[in-house]
């Protein structure tokens, strides 16, 4: 079982940058690749980024690539999403979640634990 509670989310201004932190509850936490999630009003939860488990494999979607940057700290059992040039398109509730062993990880079923979300507003 992982739990996984998100924070730094808020409200900025477009152009403006936030950074989320994930934290896990699990001593086994090191061995699950993460993923931050999103899903804005009125539209399906979309896949964001996620790591691998050792933090040597990163993807990004395409709206967030060159803006977002995921990482992780296995030591202190955090995964965090470094967000720059935000866009009001980015305002949502963002996720992280631990991926299972298998499936792939733009898919939200490959998915076993997640937290509660956060909230992100992008003023313009």
């Known amino acids: 079982q992982v739990q996984l509670v998100e924070s730094g989310g808020g409200l900025a201004q477009a152009g403006g940058s936030l950074e989320l932190s994930c934290a896990a509850s699990?001593?086994?936490?090191?061995?699950?690749?993460i993923g931050w999630f999103r899903r804005a009003p009125g539209k399906e939860r979309e896949f964001v980024a996620a790591?691998?488990?050792?933090?040597?494999?990163?993807n990004y979607a395409s709206s967030v690539k060159g803006r977002y940057t995921i990482s992780r700290d296995n030591a202190k059992n955090t995964v965090n999403l470094q967000m720059n040039s935000l866009k009001p398109e980015d305002t949502a509730v963002y996720y992280c979640?631990?991926?299972?062993?298998?499936?792939?990880?733009?898919?939200?079923?490959?998915?076993?634990?997640w937290g509660q979300g956060t909230q992100v507003i992008v003023s313009s």
């Open positions: 699990a001593r086994t936490f090191s061995i699950y690749a």
């Open positions: 979640a631990a991926k299972g062993f298998g499936g792939t990880y733009y898919d939200t079923r490959s998915y076993a634990y």
């Open positions: 790591i691998s488990w050792s933090g040597g494999v990163t």
